[in-house]
């Protein structure tokens, strides 16, 4: 396994298990940002507070995830998932995560509130 794909796989035990206190301070660094569409955070305790009580409160517990795509470089990991949740059902994630001293410094997350994303036809 990939160092990237060894760092994604423990972020996601983080977040199946509800651990943000240990994801945050194993995985982010102190002054971190989280990017989105429609905000941004910065600092760890901001950052942790969306992640550990906001987004949870939206999306419910998450069952699991199923990738679709996965990509990294020395500093670099991007990737697709489906996301499975207890309130908001299945939704695509597309984050990016820009690291720093093995540690994320901007979490970019791409993924579009449900009923604003749109399926591409080909």
């Excluded at 651990?19 to 102190?30: A, L, P």
């Excluded at 569409?37 to 600092?43: I, R, V, Y």
């Excluded at 969306?50 to 470089?73: H, R, T, V």
Aim: hydrophobic share 35%; aromatic share 8%.
């Amino acid at each position: 396994m990939s160092k990237g794909r060894d760092f994604l796989a423990r972020h996601v035990q983080y977040l199946l298990s509800g651990d943000t206190e240990g994801m945050m301070r194993e995985h982010y660094t102190e002054d971190c940002e989280l990017v989105t569409f429609e905000f941004n955070l910065k600092g760890r305790q901001a950052v942790g507070k969306y992640l550990g009580e906001d987004e949870p409160k939206q999306a419910g517990k998450i069952l699991g995830m199923d990738e679709i795509a996965f990509a990294e470089s020395d500093d670099c990991i991007i990737f697709t998932v489906v996301v499975h949740s207890e309130k908001m059902g299945n939704f695509v994630a597309r984050d990016a995560l820009y690291l720093e001293g093995g540690k994320i410094k901007r979490h970019i997350a791409l993924t579009l509130p449900p009923g604003k994303d749109v399926k591409s036809e080909r």
